[in-house]
């Protein structure tokens, strides 16, 4: 059985270059194909998954690395219920709303965690 990364992004990618570096990371270790990589979209972090991510820092990260991690095999997740996800548009990334019981499932199967 190959390790598992579960990512977990909650920092506002309007304000901070972390959620873009964690989905450059994310993409990076899942194309290894040597760990199963799970991203987790929280809170401003859903913002990542937007139609237009023009005003997000690092936002060339968003266009480059979250469609690779969409054609993993293994959806992207975000916190159902945000009220960011109102304003995502037209989404390119395919994702799956999660509660928070099904959040700590996830983490807690997962044998390495990092959180941005």
């Given at each position: ?8 992004v ?5 304000e901070?270059?972390?959620?873009a ?6 993409a990076g270790?899942g194309?290894w194909k040597?760990?199963d990589?799970t ?5 401003p ?10 005003d997000l ?5 968003f ?5 690779l991690?969409g ?10 219920g ?17 509660d ?17």
């Open positions: 059985m190959r390790p598992s990364l579960f990512v977990l909650e920092s506002d990618p309007r901070s270059e972390r959620p570096e964690a989905v450059r990371i994310a270790v194309a040597k760990a990589v991203l987790y979209l929280r809170g972090a859903i913002r990542a998954l937007g139609e237009w991510v023009d820092k690092e936002e060339d990260n266009t480059r690395y979250l469609p991690l054609d993993s095999g293994r959806p992207v997740l975000a916190q159902k945000a009220a960011e996800l109102d304003d995502l548009g037209e989404s390119p990334i395919k994702f799956e709303l999660v928070d019981a099904e959040l700590a499932r996830r983490m807690a199967g997962a044998r390495h965690v990092m959180r941005f």
